[in-house]
């Protein structure tokens, strides 16, 4: 790779993959809106723009020295999804259109795409493989899913080499801790910074599989380098243990307290033997140990 382009580039996993590109020389660009995140690095070029709303020929034309693109651009999150589904369908299903048809015009030799466990619903498939069936409880897990279908189709159809890369629950660096955007662990940093209570959805005994940050840029990065055509195949891309929202806060010290009742899988738990065996990714990160550097870090006391 000696150009590429990350679609998303200044949100919490696009930041962190065009950092760790440009400490490995290699020239990026970005495409994004600065709508959930606007970290933006010195090194990088950048187009500020809405991948639903951006022509197609201008997107071509700054795609035409790109080799891969990583596609990171999203409306995350299920329950804002729940609400207004039109407008995260335009960005996460129409958006990842866009972005697929001016890679094709532009010659673009890969596309690398961030897809999503939540496509699995609640399943009972423990440690859950790619080939267990979707099942989305959300317009979001719907949308990610499609977007998987529209890489799949491309690369049959058009020839433009695809990979999925289904994340379960991403954690680290430069994560989101307010805003619509924020996941548990963000509110739970906010929470703690303010002195409140941890305020924890239905009775905290659901289970997520976390999955660092760092360890989902390396399985981007071998995806993109896979020296085979990938031809549109999904690849888990969790960490193989899960922990309880309650074990989570536990973790992070302070008091819990129960509110919102809400439609969950009560469990997720990837099965990565799949991206091991192809792709040569192995998970390094450790939730417990990386949770007490980093609320020792933030120099929270109870």
């Not at 035409?64 to 299903?93: C, E, G, H, M, W």
């Not at 430069?174 to 548990?184: D, E, H, K, R, V």
């Not at 990938?230 to 690849?235: D, I, P, Q």
Request: aromatic fraction near 10%.
């Amino acid at each position: 790779m000696k150009t590429v382009a990350v679609i998303g580039g200044a949100g919490f996993i696009g930041y962190n993959l065009v950092s760790e590109l440009i400490a490995q020389d290699i020239k990026v660009k970005v495409v994004d809106d600065l709508s959930t995140g606007n970290r933006i690095h010195e090194f990088a070029d950048y187009l500020i723009k809405d991948i639903s709303e951006i022509g197609n020929e201008e997107l071509t034309e700054y795609l035409k020295d790109v080799d891969v693109v990583f596609l990171t651009a999203a409306l995350a999150r299920v329950q804002p999804s729940i609400k207004d589904p039109q407008r995260y369908n335009k960005v996460n299903v129409d958006g990842t259109l866009n972005v697929l048809l001016a890679c094709h015009k532009a010659g673009v030799k890969r596309v690398v795409y961030s897809a999503s466990s939540s496509c699995y619903g609640e399943t009972n498939i423990f440690p859950t493989p790619e080939t267990a069936p979707t099942n989305s409880l959300s317009p979001y897990g719907l949308q990610k899913y499609i977007g998987e279908q529209y890489c799949k189709m491309f690369s049959e159809v058009y020839g433009l080499d695809t990979v999925s890369l289904r994340y379960f629950n991403v954690y680290g660096e430069y994560m989101n801790t307010s805003g619509a955007y924020c996941l548990a662990m963000g509110i739970f940093t906010n929470q703690l910074m303010e002195g409140k209570p941890l305020t924890i959805t239905n009775d905290g005994n659901q289970r997520r599989d976390f999955t660092y940050v760092k360890d989902v840029v390396q399985a981007n990065i071998l995806a993109a380098t896979h020296p085979e055509p990938l031809k549109g195949e999904s690849f888990n891309i969790g960490n193989g243990k899960n922990y309880s929202i309650n074990e989570v806060a536990d973790m992070m010290g302070g008091e819990k307290q129960y509110g919102e009742k809400r439609l969950e899988p009560f469990q997720t738990l990837a099965d990565n033997s799949k991206a091991r065996k192809i792709l040569g990714w192995e998970p390094k990160g450790d939730l417990p140990t990386w949770l007490k550097s980093y609320v020792e870090e933030l120099n929270i006391t109870q």
